[in-house]
């Protein structure tokens, strides 16, 4: 048992002295980029103007390398940077709305101190800004297919700022969708209004209000939303038959009948709208069309689970 504690001993000595001489060789790493030498300068836009704020971060040799800590220009633009060693050191320059400036530069701690740098930070251009933003709109749709909605919302948010006018109402669409998809709709309904402001007669933006105010049973509401799409342009075969059977269902036969039909019209390859369509009409005994559209039902969707029961219908219709 002795032996045991006597061994367990030396080993604690051993690591202790170990880490003694990790912490002074990382204090001596630490210290590699202090010196006697210093840096200053100024940092103005493009108009000379003095920049204030500017987050100023320097690293001896290249950008992964040691050195002070971070700081910021002052009122006017001012910044200044004691005790550095000799060489060279790597300067970035980072505020909002400028381009990001990096360089190197010498440090001489043995000779006299060199004269002020004075550095302008350039603008980005147009194009420059639309590439930025389009890369934050790929992320926002890699992270609404990881179904990360609230980071997708964040980059979607950031794009929005230099997105030209004109592709607006997407972007907002898809700060709308990730609303939705978290299910507060009411957030997304207000993103979608304020991209209807932007584009009155966006087709997509128009669909989805309508789309999300059926899901939350605001029929009514949707209706309007409906009546601005613009001729020609079609809701999904989802929504309209949607908006049919709830009218259906409260015994609107006219009015079902109406959104059955334009169902049909607009998605005549789909079986689902002939099979409600032939509903209304073998309520209302129309029992020739009600036979013609259960006819074509089984032959657009022989599989549906309705397939059974629109046989036997086409059975008794075509038994009378």
């Known amino acids: 048992m002795r032996i045991m504690e006597k061994n367990l001993g030396r080993r604690l000595g051993v690591l202790c ?9 990382g204090g001596l790493t630490a210290q590699e980029w202090k010196g006697r030498g210093r840096l200053q300068g100024q940092v103005v836009d493009p108009e000379g103007q003095p920049l204030s704020g500017v987050k100023i971060s320097l690293h001896q040799g290249d950008a992964t390398g040691p050195g002070p800590k ?8 001012r910044w200044s940077y004691l005790g550095l060693a000799n060489g060279a050191w790597t300067l970035v320059m980072e505020a909002e709305g400028f381009l990001i400036s990096e360089g190197q530069v010498q440090v001489n701690e043995f000779g006299l101190s060199g004269k002020p740098l ?34 997708a919302r964040g980059y979607y948010e950031q794009a929005l700022v230099d997105t030209p006018e004109a592709n607006r109402a997407s ?18 309904l207000e993103m979608l209004e304020k ?22 049973e605001r029929d009514e509401e949707a209706k309007a939303y409906i009546a601005r ?10 929504t309209r038959l949607n908006l049919g059977i709830e009218l259906y269902n409260e015994g609107n036969l006219d009015g079902a009948l109406e959104h059955f039909q334009q169902a049909v019209a607009d ?49 008794y219709l075509a038994g009378q």
């Open 17 to 25: 002295a170990s880490l003694l001489l990790l912490i002074l060789a």
């Open 118 to 151: 004075r550095i302008e930070l350039k603008r980005p251009s147009a194009a420059q800004l639309q590439n930025a933003a389009a890369d934050l709109i790929e992320q926002g749709n890699q992270a609404m297919q990881a179904k990360a909605y609230a980071e």
């Open 229 to 238: 799409l613009p001729q020609g342009e079609s809701l999904d075969a989802t």
């Open 267 to 315: 998605h005549p390859e789909e079986g689902i709208g002939y099979y409600y369509r032939g509903l209304i009409f073998l309520a209302k005994e129309k029992n020739a069309e009600a036979l013609v559209d259960f006819k074509a039902f089984l032959e657009r969707s022989p599989d549906s689970e309705k397939a059974t029961e629109a046989q036997q219908f086409v059975d």
């Open 70 to 77: 971070p700081l910021t220009t002052d009122k006017k633009g």
């Open 171 to 188: 972007v907002m669409r898809g700060i709308a969708q990730s609303y939705a998809l978290e299910g507060n709709q009411d957030a997304a």
């Open 195 to 216: 991209s209807l402001q932007l584009a009155p007669d966006d087709v997509d933006t128009l669909r989805l209000i309508i789309e999300l105010l059926l899901a939350t």
